[in-house]
Structures are given as structure tokens and as C-alpha cells.
């Protein structure tokens, strides 16, 4: 009687227990997909930055009419394709820092493709970045959770989240008062709206690639309200992030934006996962600090990559800056007719 009594009662251990150890093939996988991913959209870019250099030298027909632009928005969803399966693979708090991954083949292909002075900053911030990839990745938690309708509701009734979600909302509540009712407009500020907004995202595209990997395992969650319910919340926290991320490079240089953001998205994304998935759970105190370690050398990397880049004006453009939102859908557009300033790190787009 006792073990049927405990086998119907509810506890945080029972939830523990479809905690399982992803076998290292998988691990490897998850993060391969997400390394392929970042890089396909730093290709796309690319591509779609050479195909408008094109058409402006030219004079020819309008960019959107070249297959050359095409293939660069096809590799770009092929790109955030990838990054939202990674989600199923590995925690979440690992795939926001292989971000900066994006932010270094941008730099490399624009020095081999373009043409683009190489710097010395360049090549130790690749360098740096490069070594807290390998950081993060080899210290990173390698237990992930099964991302069910069962596990996000003990997610989300937990203590520790609920205590985050309130500090984070009452964040976010006076930072939109100071930047839309007092009209500060600090780069800081604007940021961090981005960040707080990147932490739900994060959360919801974890919850709703997990429950889509289950389902393609044999264990159907998509009859599961909370599937939806996740799914609206990813839409719509990605949908104002962008909307924040295209004012800040309004009225903020790209290079000044691309390393604040990666920093900013980057912890917010690290600390959901933690709070909420609980991915440093049981974690040993040296693969915590070696990747914390691997982080602060990836922001170290990105702000001397992106630095002090060169500017070159263009007329009549609609820009997109490259790798403002690492790991996420990067469509930022600029108003029409309008003098921008463009670098490696920022690209013309519709």
C-alpha cells in the first residue's frame, strides 16, 4: 500500500527522475546543429550584403529579383531552422553563447569574400571567442530535461521561477516607463528591454522545440495546451524583441549594438535556463566557473571584433545589422530612405 500511495502522490522527485543523461552522441549533435545554424546565417548575410553591393554598382533590376539574394533568405531560415532544433538537443543556456559563432564567420567571410581589412583586434577577438566556445561547450551541463507538458507545469508553479518572472516583469515595467514615458533613449536601457524580452523567448522556443522532439520520439505533447500557449508567447516575445532591436540600431551604431546585445542577450538567456529548466542543477562548482569563464572570453571576443569597424555610407538602403540577435530570427528594418551606416557587421535587406 505504501508504494501505491507513493507511486500516485506528486513530487519534485518523480519529475526528477525523467531527468536523464543525453548520450554524448546527442550532446554533439544538438551543438553541431547550432554551430551549422549560426554559421549558415552569417553565410546568408553575406551573400545577400554581396548580391545588394551588386545591384547598387550595377544599377541593375531590384535586389529582390536576383536568385543570389534568394539563396541568401533561404540559407538564413535553413540557418534559424537549426537553431531552434538545437533546443531540443542541448540546454538552453548553452546555445545562446554559441552565438558568438555567427559573429566570427562574419568577420572571416567578409576578409576572404569582400575584401575587408583584417585587424589585429580581429584576430585576437576570434581567437578569444574561439576558446570560450570550446569552454562553454566542454563545461556546459550535459543533463538536459525531457521538455513534456508535465515538466513545464512543475517548471513553472517552481518557487525560484516564480520569484524571477515577478522581478523580471517589474524590470521591464520601469525600464518601458523611463524609455517611452521619460524619453530616455540610453543604449543600455534599450537593451535591456531586448535582454528581459530574450529570456521569454528563450524559454518558450526551449519548450516548444523539446516538446516537438518528444512527439517526434513517440510521446505526443502536441495535444497539450501548454504547447500553444508557448508557442504564442514565442511569437510574440519575438516579435517585440525585434521591434526594440530595430530601434536601438536606429538610433545606435551597429558597433555598438551587436557586442551590448550578445552580452546582454546572452546572460538573460543563460539565467532563464538556469532558473527555469534548473540546467546547472547539481553542476560542479569548476564547470560552473569554466563557464562563466568561456562566456566572459566570447563577450570579450564579439566587443573586439565588432569595435571600431570601419563605415561606409550607402544611399536609399534598408539595413539589416548582422548577428544583433544571436541564435534568433535576425529581420530588422530600417525606414526607407534613409542615410545608414554599414560595416561587416551590418547588411541591406527588404
Known sequence: MNDSGSSAAVTPDAFRAEILENPLQTYLL?????????V????????????????????????????????????????????????????????????CVSVIASAVISVVFLKET??????LGGTLAITGTYLQVTFAPHNISMVTAQMLHYYFINY??????????????????????????????????????????????????????????????????????????????????????????????????VPINYVFFTTSAVVAGIVFYQEFEDLAMLNILMFVCGCLLSFLGVFLIARNRPKI????????????????????????????????LGIELC
Not at 544538438?30 to 549560426?38: D, P, R, T
Not at 583584417?118 to 584576430?123: P, T
Not at 534598408?318 to 528594418?333: A, R, S, V, Y
Open 40 to 99: 549558415l546565417i552569417s553565410v546568408s548575410l553575406n551573400i545577400q550584403k554581396y548580391a545588394h553591393i551588386r545591384q547598387a554598382q550595377h544599377n541593375s533590376k531590384p535586389y529582390y529579383t536576383s536568385a543570389l539574394w534568394w539563396m541568401g533568405v533561404i540559407l538564413m531560415g535553413v540557418g534559424e531552422l537549426g537553431n531552434f532544433a538545437a533546443y531540443g538537443f542541448v540546454p538552453a543556456s548553452l546555445i545562446a553563447p554559441l552565438g
Open 160 to 257: 525560484y521561477f516564480l520569484v524571477y518572472i515577478v522581478i523580471e516583469i517589474l524590470l521591464f515595467c520601469v525600464l518601458l516607463f523611463l524609455y517611452k514615458i521619460k524619453h530616455m533613449k540610453h543604449i543600455v536601457i534599450v537593451m535591456l528591454l531586448v535582454a528581459l524580452l530574450a529570456s521569454v523567448t528563450v524559454i518558450s522556443v526551449k519548450a516548444v522545440s523539446g516538446m516537438i522532439t518528444e512527439t517526434i520520439k513517440g510521446s505526443l505533447q502536441l495535444v497539450y495546451p501548454i504547447f500553444y500557449i508557448m508557442f504564442v508567447v514565442m511569437v510574440a516575445s519575438c516579435a517585440f524583441q525585434i521591434k526594440f532591436l530595430n530601434q536601438a540600431m536606429k538610433m545606435f551604431d551597429a558597433t555598438e549594438v
Open 118 to 123: 583584417v585587424r589585429a583586434s580581429d584576430i
Open 313 to 344: 555610407k550607402q544611399e536609399n538602403g534598408d539595413f539589416i545589422p548582422m548577428d544583433t540577435i544571436p541564435g534568433e530570427l535576425q529581420l530588422i528594418h530600417k525606414r526607407p530612405n534613409q542615410n545608414v551606416e554599414t560595416d561587416h
Open 30 to 38: 544538438g551543438i553541431s546543429i547550432s554551430i551549422c545554424g549560426n
